[in-house]
């Protein structure tokens, strides 16, 4: 069983804090990790991929990847209220090409 | 990136019926996909739409019940078959290169189905 897991949350935080997101996964040969951000009645938009373990820096969003330990999460910098949505951790496994799980996702509020 | 349109944007059916939803893409893509969101949840993807040939399925998903054409590298339909009020969802197409390391996938706006 291919598994991406995430705390469903919801998570809140106030303005101006650092949201982070946490995502596990289950199949260590996984290459490439990406977040998308959901609003409530608005399909995916994606946020940041990364594929390298390490941060990888993107404004406000930060994603970090530790491979040995199968994690990867989402920092984002000064909360905003308009940042409250879900945010789905995505992962493309190992057999090439597009064959990807999606996480339940995790509800974060911003509070102004 | 890739602009991707849906329509019909909602429907309400009634159960038996059948319903074809539409995706087009602005670009030529390599894959096209659709997905289930049933609310509160997930993504579930539902098969791959492959350009001129049958579309591959994920298990409990069969052709039968979702049909799926793609005559040409930008176009994909996705018919709902003899639906029951289980099949209201929002039902997603979605697009993308499917190289590697350019896996990002690009999602219509949806289509929200209600089965009476």
């Known amino acids: 069983q291919k598994e991406v897991e995430q705390n469903s949350g919801p998570l809140s935080v106030p303005e101006g804090a650092i949201a982070s997101l946490n995502c596990t996964y289950s199949?260590?040969?996984?290459?490439?990790f990406f977040w998308y951000r959901q609003y409530s009645g608005k399909s995916p938009e994606l946020i940041m991929f990364?594929?390298?373990?390490g941060d990888k820096e993107d404004g406000r969003f930060t994603a970090q990847l530790n491979k040995a330990s199968q994690y990867v999460s989402l920092l984002i910098r000064d909360s905003q209220p308009s940042d409250s949505a879900t945010y789905l951790c995505?992962?493309?496994?190992?057999?090439?090409?597009?064959?990807?799980?999606f996480g339940a996702g995790t509800r974060l509020f911003v509070k102004a | 990136s890739a602009v991707i349109s849906q329509k019909p944007s909602r429907d309400i059916c009634q159960r038996g019926t059948s319903l074809t939803i539409q995706c087009q893409v602005d670009?030529?893509?390599?894959?096209m996909f659709w997905y289930r969101q049933q609310p509160g949840q997930s993504l579930t993807l539902i098969a791959t739409?492959?350009?001129?040939?049958?579309?591959?399925?994920e298990s409990g998903f069969v052709i039968d019940k979702f049909p799926i054409s793609r005559p040409n590298l930008t176009f994909s339909t996705l018919t709902v078959s003899n639906m029951s009020p289980e099949d209201s969802s929002i039902y997603l197409c979605?697009?993308?290169?499917?190289?590697?390391?350019?896996?990002?996938?690009?999602f219509g706006p949806g289509t929200r189905l209600l089965v009476l």
């Open positions: 199949d260590r040969g996984s290459q490439s």
């Open positions: 995505v992962v493309n496994l190992p057999t090439g090409g597009f064959k990807t799980i």
């Open positions: 990364i594929y390298s373990n």
């Open positions: 739409a492959n350009q001129g040939s049958e579309a591959t399925y």
């Open positions: 670009s030529q893509v390599t894959m």
């Open positions: 979605s697009a993308g290169r499917g190289m590697v390391r350019q896996e990002t996938q690009y």
